[in-house]
C-alpha cells in the first residue's frame, strides 16, 4: 500500500531538514510518535536505526526504522523493520521557485495476510493514515516556519 502526502513549507530546505532529522523531536510534529530512541551512535547518514513507539489505530506499536538514503536537505529514506509495520518511506525536499520547500512524504507499507490485507489496508487504513499523516505533515511544515522567522528575526 503507498501512501503519499505533499506540503509547501515557507521555510528553506535546510531549516526544514533540520527539523525532520531532529530525531527526538518527531513527537512534536508527528501524531502517532509517541517518543523516539537512536539506537546507533551515529545520528546522521545511512545506518541510523531509530525506535519510535508508534499509535497505530489505537495499539502501541514499535516502529524500528534504519535509514538507507541520506541525501542532506534533500532526502532521508528508511526502511521499517518491526514485525509489525515492514516496507519504506521517505522525505524529499525539492526548492520551490516562489521560495521555501516542497515537502514530499511517502511511505509503501507491507500489510500482513497477503491480497486480504492489502484490500483492508487499502479500504480501512490508508483513508486514516492520509488525515494522520496529513497533520502530522502539516505540523513539519509549521514548526520549520516557524524556526525559519525565528533565525530571519
Do not use: Y
Not at 23 to 42: C, I, S, Y
Request: charged share 25%; proline share 5%; net charge negative.
Amino acid at each position: 500500500m503507498r501512501l503519499e502526502i505533499v506540503r509547501n513549507a515557507d521555510a528553506p530546505r535546510e531549516v526544514v531538514w533540520s527539523v525532520l532529522t531532529t530525531w527526538e523531536r518527531q513527537p512534536e510534529w508527528m501524531l502517532d510518535a509517541k517518543e523516539v530512541h537512536v539506537l546507533t551512535p551515529a545520528r546522521t547518514g545511512e545506518g541510523v536505526t531509530i525506535r519510535c513507539p508508534t499509535n497505530l489505530l489505537g495499539l502501541t506499536v514499535q516502529d524500528v526504522m534504519r535509514v538507507t538514503g541520506w541525501d542532506e536537505h534533500r532526502r532521508l529514506e528508511v526502511t521499517h523493520l518491526g514485525r509489525i509495520i515492514t516496507g519504506s518511506g521517505a522525505f524529499e525536499l525539492e526548492d520551490r521557485p516562489e521560495g521555501g520547500t516542497r515537502v514530499t512524504w511517502w511511505e509503501e507499507v507491507d500489510p500482513p495476510l497477503g491480497a486480504f490485507g492489502e484490500w483492508g489496508a487499502s479500504t480501512f487504513v490508508r483513508p486514516v493514515l492520509r488525515r494522520v499523516f496529513g497533520r502530522s505533515l502539516g505540523n513539519l511544515v509549521t514548526l520549520a516556519e516557524a524556526e525559519a522567522a525565528a533565525t530571519d528575526a
